[in-house]
């Protein structure tokens, strides 16, 4: 088995040393991870800058890219192989709902996703890494029982999972859920610099608004660790024929 383990808090966060460290004995697992913190790069790809990619003394390979740039620079030459699993995480901070498409850490998942390979996107709901061990132990579980026989037939699969920062006897079961909804996000802080220009501070994601039984916010407030199969069609399927009426001249296209 071979795992290619990538996250975007960069090579030296607490979070992926303790992913590798649960799950090394699991397979051949190979580290190239972001050299600084990438929060919130999503999918983003570095197409007018050259990459470089260095080795730490343990071992892990960290690249001056996004987290998407890891997973493409290590799928595309960097590892001269196809891995099994990609692995993502475990992050600092919560990765449900509306998160997942701001997330590198489900960017790094979902770039080995979109190249055919199974990938699972690992968060902790709360920053600072409290329980960040027990976090790891409940991802080998999960990373332990896939790699058996565990995995659904439909492969490629995308798995985003969030776990509560909680010592591990106190975590609830995994809970198989979909996708909560965030409110709107904060409002921007602007602050002015010592030239008089006024700087503006992206504010904090919204909470919940659909958080209800069902959804990944639901179960992690439980204590559950949330697992979400996610897909990448943005397609509305829903909407395609109230389109192909209400453009003029439109017809739907054959197969939509
Ligand atoms: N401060 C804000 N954070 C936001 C907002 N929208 C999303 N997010 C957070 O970004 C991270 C991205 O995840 P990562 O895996 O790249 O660390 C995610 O946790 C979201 O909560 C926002 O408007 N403001």
Redesign the pocket.
Known sequence: MKILLSN??GYQAPGIIALYEAIKDLGDVEVVAPEHN?????NALTLYAPLSVRQANNGFRYVNGT?ADCVHVALTGLLGYRPDLVVSGI?????MG??TI??????AAMEGYLFGIPAIAF?QTQKGWAHIESAARKARELVQHLVGAGAPESSPWLLNVNIPNLAYEELKPFQVCRLGR?HA??KVISQTSPHGETMYW?????PAKDGAEGTDFHATAQGHVSITPLKVDLTDHEALRAWGRSVPGAREAAGA
């Open positions: 975007d808090d990438n929060s919130a790069k999503s987290p992050n600092n901070g919560a990765n509306d998160d701001y997330s590198g850490t489900v960017g968060s965030r996000a904060e992206i504010g904090g994601a919204g």
